[in-house]
Nanobody, 122 residues
Framework: QVQLVESGGGTVQAGGSLRLSCAAS????????MAWFRQAPGKEREFVAA????????TYLTSVKGRFTISRDNAKNTVYLQMSSLKPEDTAVYYC???????????????WGQGTQVTVSS
């Protein structure tokens, strides 16, 4: 059974930084693409970033490009989301996600973490 456990959320002032982590277990982590999604209050869940199985290809939501960086450490079965220059509109619950593809897809996979809250104060 695939399990995804996020950590690293919290409250930060606008302009600050946070690093989210997602520890995966239950299958061969290095074979699959990984992604981050987020959901703000009253809004639909949206794609934020994804990385392919090797960590050689990444893609981002336009509004976070240049501020967020997704990366992975296959030896540690962990994917990261480094968030800098945070804005109040980045406030959301952030979810780790994966499916059955080694390549990046924008559609969510079938496995989700429990989410971690990120709050950016102005």
């Amino acid at each position: 059974q695939v399990q995804l456990v996020e950590s690293g959320g919290g409250t930060v002032q606008a302009g600050g930084s946070l690093r989210l982590s997602c520890a995966a277990s239950g299958r061969t982590f290095s074979s699959y693409a990984m992604a981050w999604f987020r959901q703000a209050p009253g809004k639909e869940r949206e794609f934020v970033a994804a990385v392919n199985w090797q960590g050689t290809s990444t893609t981002y939501l336009t509004s976070v490009k240049g501020r967020f960086t997704i990366s992975r450490d296959n030896a540690k079965n962990t994917v990261y989301l480094q968030m800098s220059s945070l804005k109040p509109e980045d406030t959301a619950v952030y979810y780790c996600n994966t499916g059955d593809s080694s390549s990046i897809t924008y559609a969510p996979g079938r496995y989700w973490g429990q989410g971690t809250q990120v709050t950016v104060s102005s």
